[in-house]
Structure formats: structure tokens, C-alpha cells
């Protein structure tokens, strides 16, 4: 059938939708993601096709476009092609979107990607024909994805949903351009070039009216790298360094070298360019692959621009258990950016889908990540997602397949719904290409299926009772099947029963809790099976939970407006001056806010909600912000000041080493762990030892006192002799800096 004319379907749903609210001005962001969101991934190309006319863009090969009936409409047949998917369709099912509960939309990469064919070719022969519909394929950053849509067609997407209260995240891959060598060819050279707009004689990129680029103009090579925009390793294979990982490719994509100050500054540039058309938030690719240091100042510039600080997560893809599961844990505390929640992910995958954890190891890893994670209610978690098999796939049963999406939306984070999942979308085999279907083709977007309405009822739970947003996690009970956790925000709780066996009962013993007494209804209302509960004496009498049963009790009483708590912060870091939101309850009125000692100014105070700034006083490092009310001092909530403008020094020394011991920058300032050992920055690399080197993000224009030492687990740790060092980091806030090749000092 075909589809509304562009103009028309889009202006037909904008006209549908309420008018946009003040506070939600058009090009301006509506604020970060809270754990009171429900995120909504959706790759764009694979959601809905309203703009039949960008499907095969000028220049485009239209093979490349999935149209076997050659009436310009993808089947969803071959997904490795193109199906029509654009923001046009995404503004078409912005009702579902706000009826199901969903507060935020992580797109992916609006950007221009490489727009010409991915040949792979077989080992029995033959070849597989793809493109980069995925957006994973970065060409130019300064012009939008014509098979999405324009600029204008981009803006139009973000003040629709901004309209509705709905958020908007993009991807954005800063790690690699696209694939520069075929690894199945035996790696003959293939694409991977970045193009940028043409510049004016002032060097300024030069946009017509619509905000398009005039043209293009290549700007790094790959194969012809003259000025170092690439590490130029080849693929990582079985390296599991770090080094590895971080300065070899993924997958053949051309490896951008993240310490170079062009590259920094070019990457920067784009971040800020689509910060200034409103976006509420980045979804970083590749974070495992990705140089911390300049991942923490890519963060520290966007969040400092003008308009505040927007949500940051990103892909730091581990197993488990995993080796690299400390450095997974502490990316966040060491860069500002948030952990798509992989831990979570395994752990879900194998509690609910393949049944090969028991529901007490789930359980386990619930606590264990909430003791391990700084900001255990920032981490967005997820069932399934673009880069790994449908969870439909793993488990086709709806009791358990309904029980593992109320646990999600229940359990502490942030929770990310797969585009999909809510229609039980489920994929030919395990990979994640399979997985990555044309909705439009595959549902009929049903606002009656039961996982629909288990989203919608949480949602709401979600945003009305702090507890699931806020709140510290307790396992109450747990056998191999069923699983009982508590969500608490100081008075507020929700306590969730969990039973994964599809037909088999489980009997829960009467259990201690801490809820008043009285009758408590499910806020399903029975949709999975549960029933109300009444509690007396403190205790919650033995219950049964039939199969695939899940009941949700909510006590959310007010905390009252005169006591302050805090339930959230953003951003976790930051330097004077940089916008920081407090989130709780009881902030309004005349507050005082505090980092560490330090007083703030404040902004802006509501019950829910205080702006203020990081006081030019308050002291670098990890510092408690409160709140105080009269007599009255909340929680604290722990943020990190940054000494100043970050930029990046790669610090270098020629050390010998025995095996086990590993050596370690540390210096004067708490970017270099204020001279104490314990809180130093992470190893340094050495994949050509003795010669040791680490990227690290210091404040712009210092000149930094430093050591070296080794360190070795159970051993103490040995500080070089001689003086301290000292190096004066770049004044180009988007600089970098070489030290020399130190040698070590006995």
C-alpha cells in the first residue's frame, strides 16, 4: 500500500498532536534522561517509512534499497539493505510512543553514513551485498542521513517529540569511520574516507539556508594518512589487550587515532553541532574501543556548551564474567558516561530467556551491581538491542518473556525498550542483523498486546513512585525460579514478585518487610497474574506465584516538602561554572546547595528540581553535593569537580618490569590521583615494553607535578627515585601533548 506523501503524513500527525508547551521552545532541549525515563531505541531506517521520497536518494544505488516490487516500499525481506524507515515515520508514531509510556527516543546516527555497497564475500563462494543503514558508518557529521531526511525534517522530529515531553537521543561514533579494509577479501583496501562541509575564506563551514552543506570535501584517508587521523593497526583478532582493543580496529572500520588534536577537535566540533540542534542526549558507540581520556573530554566540552548537561551513555560491550569487568564498572566514574548496561543484559538473557541461571544468581547480580556502580540507577539496562539477538528469539514463551520485561522496568536503572519488543518481534536466527526488523512490516503497532500494556502500567509506575527511580535495591527471597526485590526511597517502596517457570507454581514463605500495614493491589491490575496483598505485623504472609505470575505492590506516600532528598544528579562531573540538575524531593523554596564546602549558586528550586552552577571555590576531585533546608541536610550524592578545561597529555616512560607489575602515572592534581597511589589513573599500555604510554585528561594550561610508579596486586607498590616532574599541558582546551620518553629513575 502506499504511503501518505511526505508533507502531508507529517503534518497531519504534528496537527493531531497537542500544541507544543512553552517550556519546550523549538530548538531546545527538554533536559537529560532521568531513571524516571523509559527509553525507546529505535534504529531509524526500520521503523516506519514516512517519507516515501528520500528512499532512494540522488546518486544512491537503488539496488541497495530492499524493492524487489520496484514500488519504491522496503518489504522488510532483505535486512541488509535499506527498507524506507525516517524521521517522518517516527513523527507519525509519536501517539503510540506517548501512549506506551515512553519519555525518550535514542535514535540512530542522523548523520551521513557511507552510502555505498558492503560486499562480504563467502567462504563456498558468492557474495553478500550490505549497506550502512545502521549509521555505524560515519562519512560526513555536519549533514544529515538523506535516507532519513533533512535537517529541517531532523528538527521537525525533535520539537514533535520535545512537544509531547518526549526526549531525543542520538547515536553518535566517534571510534571509526567506515570499513577501509574487507576482511573477507583478504583485506584489499575498501572505503573509510571522513568528508566535511566546503569552508568560507574565514575557514567557517559553509550551510545554505535549510542548514545543508553547500558540498563536501574529503578530509582523512585512510589509505593515504598523512597527518595521522588513524591508528592504522588492522584488526585487533585475538588481542584482548587493552591496548588492543582501544588502537586496533573493530571489525576493519578505520580506527580514529583519539589523540590526535585534529581529530579531537573535529570530533568535538560534531558533538557540539548536534548539541546545538537540541538533542537531550548522546548514545556513545564503541565506549570499550574508545581512549577514556578522550571520552571524558568529549563529555566535559558537550556538557559545557551552552544549554547545560544532556545524558551520556555508551557501549562498553563486556561478557560474563569478564576480565575488562573492572575497567566496565568504573568507565562511568572516569568519564562521565553512563554504561549501557551489558551486566544486566547477560544476566537477564540467562535468568529468563535460556533458563541457565538460577532467578538467585539474577538476584545476586541486582545487589552485586548496585554496591559495584557509583550511579547504579544511571546505567540504562535492556532485554536485547541492536547488537546482539532478539530476546524473543532466546524465549518464545510469553509468561516468561512478560516476567523478564516487568523485572526490567521494576529493577534499579535506567530501563531501554528495544524497538519491537512490545510486539514481540523475534528474528530468523541469532544474529543481530536478523534482529534488526522493518517494524512497519512486521507489526501492525497494537496498542492492546499484553507487553504493550505491561510497559504503559510501569512507565507510569515509574514516574509517579521514586522508588523505582531512585531507589536502593533488597532481594527479600529467592529460589531457582522466583525472585522478590524491594525498590526503597526513604518512606516510598515497591516491592515486585517475580515467578519465571511458565507453569509451574512457586511457593514465596511469609516474609519481613517494612511496609505499613494494609491491603495492596498490583499495579498490574492483574495483567500478569498477580493479586493484591495485605500486610500485618510487619509481615507479608507466605503467598503462591502461579506460573509466569508477577505482582507489583507501590507504597508511595509524600515525603513532604520540608526535608530534601536527593534521588539524582546530572551530569556526575564537572568543572566551575559548568549547569548541574539535582533531582529529589523536598527541594523547593530557598536552599542551600553545597559541593563538599563549598556553596552554590542556585538557579532555580521546585519540589522536584534544583539548577545550580559548581561554585568557582568548590575543590577538585570527589566531592558530596547536599542539600540544606534550615536545619534540615539531605543525602549526600557524590560528583566529580574537574580541575579545569580538560584536555589530553599522553604520558610516556621507558620502565622495566618483572610479570604481574604494571606502572602507573600519578601527580599533583586529582586528574593524577593528588599523589595517592591508590586512586593513580589506570595502568599505562605497553604493547612495545619497556616503553610504557597513557593517554590522561588534565586541566588545559597547568603545569602538573608527577611520578612514576609500579604496582602490583598484594604487592606495595615502588615510586621512582629522583625529584618530582613536571609537564605544562597544552593551553588549546581541544589540544593534546606528548610528554617525552621518560626513563624510569631508580
Known amino acids: 500500500m502506499r504511503r501518505l506523501a511526505p508533507v502531508v503524513a507529517s503534518a497531519l500527525v504534528l496537527a493531531l498532536l497537542p500544541a507544543q508547551s512553552p517550556a519546550h521552545a523549538a530548538g531546545t532541549p527538554i533536559g537529560p534522561i532521568t531513571p524516571k525515563d523509559v527509553v525507546y531505541q529505535i534504529i531509524t531506517d526500520r521503523f516506519f517509512d514516512g517519507d516515501g521520497a528520500n528512499n532512494k536518494p540522488a546518486g544512491f544505488d537503488p539496488t541497495l534499497f530492499d524493492d524487489p516490487d520496484a514500488n519504491n516500499v522496503g518489504n522488510g525481506a532483505d535486512l541488509k539493505l535499506y527498507q524506507g524507515g525516517d524521521f517522518d515515520g517516527i513523527i507519525a508514531k509519536i501517539p503510540y510512543l506517548k501512549n506506551m509510556g515512553i519519555s525518550a527516543v535514542w535514535v540512530s546516527a542522523p548523520y551521513r553514513n557511507r552510502d555505498t555497497v558492503i560486499e562480504d564475500h563467502k567462504p563456498g563462494g558468492g557474495v553478500d551485498r550490505w549497506t550502512s543503514f545502521h549509521g555505524y558508518h560515519v562519512r560526513n557529521y555536519f549533514a544529515t542521513n538523506k535516507h532519513l531526511g533533512t535537517l529541517q525534517e531532523f528538527r521537525a522530529l525533535r520539537d514533535a517529540l520535545h512537544g509531547q515531553g518526549i526526549k531525543l537521543v542520538i547515536d553518535f561514533v566517534t571510534n571509526h569511520t567506515s570499513r577501509w579494509q574487507n576482511p573477507t577479501s583478504g583485506f584489499s583496501p575498501e572505503d573509510g574516507k571522513l568528508y566535511e562541509p566546503l569552508k568560507d575564506g574565514s575557514g567557517n563551514y559553509v550551510f545554505d539556508a535549510n542548514g545543508e552543506p553547500t558540498g563536501e570535501q574529503l578530509l582523512a584517508n585512510p589509505h593515504a594518512d598523512t597527518n595521522g587521523w588513524f591508528h592504522g593497526l588492522g584488526d585487533r583478532g585475538a588481542d584482548s589487550s587493552r591496548f588492543g582493543f582501544r588502537h586496533k580496529d573493530l571489525g576493519s572500520l578505520a580506527d580514529l587515532s583519539q589523540e590526535n588534536a585534529q581529530v579531537v577537535k573535529h570530533l568535538e566540533k560534531a558533538a557540539l553541532f548536534w548539541k546545538a540542534e537540541g538533542v537531550d542526549g548522546f548514545r556513545h558507540d564503541a565506549t570499550l574501543h574508545m581512549n577514556p581520556a578522550f571520552a571524558k573530554g568529549v563529555k566535559d566540552a558537550v556538557d559545557s556548551a551552552p544549554g547545560g548537561p544532556v545524558s551520556h551513555f555508551g557501549e562498553f560491550f563486556i561478557g560474563r564474567p569478564d576480565p ?181 507454581t512457586v511457593n514465596v514463605p511469609a516474609l519481613a518487610t517494612t511496609l505499613p500495614a494494609g491491603t495492596y493491589t498490583d499495579t498490574l491490575a492483574g495483567l500478569l497474574g498477580g493479586a493484591s ?93 547536599t542539600v540544606t533546608k534550615g536545619a534540615n541536610v539531605s543525602n549526600p550524592f557524590r560528583y566529580e569537580v574537574l580541575s579545569g578545561d580538560q584536555v589530553q597529555v599522553i604520558f610516556k616512560v621507558n620502565a622495566s618490569t618483572d610479570p604481574g607489575w604494571n606502572v602507573h602515572v600519578v601527580g599533583n592534581i586529582p586528574e593524577l590521583g593528588s599523589w595517592d597511589a591508590a586512586k593513580a589513573p589506570e595502568a599505562m599500555l605497553n604493547p612495545n615494553h619497556p616503553v610504557w604510554f597513557l593517554p590522561v585528561s588534565v586541566p588545559a594550561g597547568t603545569t602538573v607535578q608527577f611520578k612514576f610508579i609500579k604496582k602490583k596486586a598484594g604487592q606495595p607498590e615502588q615510586w621512582e627515585g629522583g625529584g618530582n616532574r613536571s609537564f605544562a599541558t597544552p593551553s588549546d582546551v581541544q589540544g593534546t601533548a606528548d610528554t617525552p620518553v621518560y626513563t624510569w629513575t631508580p
Do not use: C
Open 533 to 625: 496483598a495485605t500486610v500485618a505485623s510487619g509481615q507479608l504472609p507466605a503467598f503462591a506465584l502461579s506460573g509466569g505470575e508477577v505482582s507489583v505492590w507501590s507504597h508511595n506516600p509524600s515525603l513532604g516538602t520540608t526535608v530534601p532528598r536527593i534521588g539524582d544528579v546530572v551530569s556526575t562531573s564537572g568543572r566551575a561554572g559548568n549547569q548541574v540538575y539535582v533531582y529529589g524531593t523536598g527541594l523547593g523554596g530557598t536552599p542551600t546547595v553545597k559541593f563538599g564546602a563549598t556553596t552554590a549558586t542556585v538557579t532555580s528550586a521546585t519540589d522536584t528540581l534544583i539548577k545550580t552552577t559548581v561554585p568557582a571555590g568548590a575543590v577538585a576531585g570527589a566531592q558530596d553535593i
Open 324 to 504: 575488562k569487568y573492572d575497567e566496565y564498572r568504573t568507565f562511568p566514574d572516569r568519564t562521565g558516561i553512563n554504561n549501557l548496561d551489558f551486566e544486566y543484559f547477560r544476566a537477564s538473557t540467562n535468568a529468563f530467556g535460556s533458563f541457565s541461571e538460577t532467578m538467585t544468581a539474577f538476584g545476586s547480580m541486582l545487589t552485586q551491581t548496585s554496591a559495584d556502580y557509583v550511579y547504579e540507577n544511571q546505567a540504562v539496562t535492556f532485554l536485547d538491542n541492536h547488537d546482539v539477538t532478539r530476546f524473543r528469539y532466546i524465549q518464545p514463551n510469553d509468561k516468561p518473556y512478560h516476567a523478564a520485561l516487568a523485572t526490567l522496568l521494576t529493577a534499579r536503572g535506567t530501563p531501554n525498550i528495544y524497538y519491537g519488543t512490545e510486539q514481540y518481534v523475534s528474528s530468523a536466527d541469532a544474529s543481530d542483523v536478523a534482529g534488526r526488523k522493518f517494524l512497519q512490516t512486521s507489526s501492525a503497532f497494537s496498542q492492546t498486546t499484553t507487553a504493550y500494556k505491561v510497559i504503559q502500567s510501569l512507565a507510569a509506575l515509574r514516574k509517579s513512585n521514586d522508588a523505582l527511580a531512585y531507589g536502593t535495591t533488597q532481594v527479600l527471597w529467592s529460589n531457582n525460579d522466583a525472585l522478590v526485590f524491594k525498590r526503597q526511597f526513604y518512606d516510598k517502596q515497591v516491592i515486585v514478585a517475580v515467578n519465571r517457570q511458565p507453569a509451574v
